[in-house]
Nanobody
Framework: QAKLVESGGGSVQPGGSLRLSCAAS????????MGWYRQAPGKERELVAR???????TYTDSVKGRFTMSRDNVKDTAYLQMNNLKPEDTASYYC????????????WGQGTQVTVSS
């Protein structure tokens, strides 16, 4: 059974850094595109970053130059390095996996909270 487990969230001051991890199990990891989404209270869930199995990455405009997504296909883990964090980055962050070919195979993690506040 597929499972995604996020970790690394927490509380930081503006300008600080966090590294989120998403450990996958029960899937053939390198066949999945991985994504990080976030949802702030009262707002819709939005895609923050995405990485394909071949390491092509895309980012939403608000995080370009500050966030870096990567993956380790040996450890079956995806990462989101977040630098120069801003209060508007405060949200619950969710890991998402979608099969590169059979796109109906999609899975979500349980989420991890990121709070940026002085």
């Amino acid at each position: 059974q597929a499972k995604l487990v996020e970790s690394g969230g927490g509380s930081v001051q503006p300008g600080g850094s966090l590294r989120l991890s998403c450990a996958a199990s029960g899937i053939i990891f390198h066949l999945y595109d991985m994504g990080w989404y976030r949802q702030a209270p009262g707002k819709e869930r939005e895609l923050v970053a995405r990485i394909t199995g071949s390491n092509n990455t895309t980012y939403t405009d608000s995080v370009k130059g500050r966030f870096t997504m990567s993956r380790d296909n040996v450890k079956d883990t995806a990462y989101l390095q977040m630098n120069n964090l801003k209060p508007e980055d405060t949200a619950s962050y969710y890991c998402h996996a979608q099969h590169s070919f059979f796109t109906n195979y999609r899975y979500w993690g349980q989420g991890t909270q990121v709070t940026v506040s002085s």
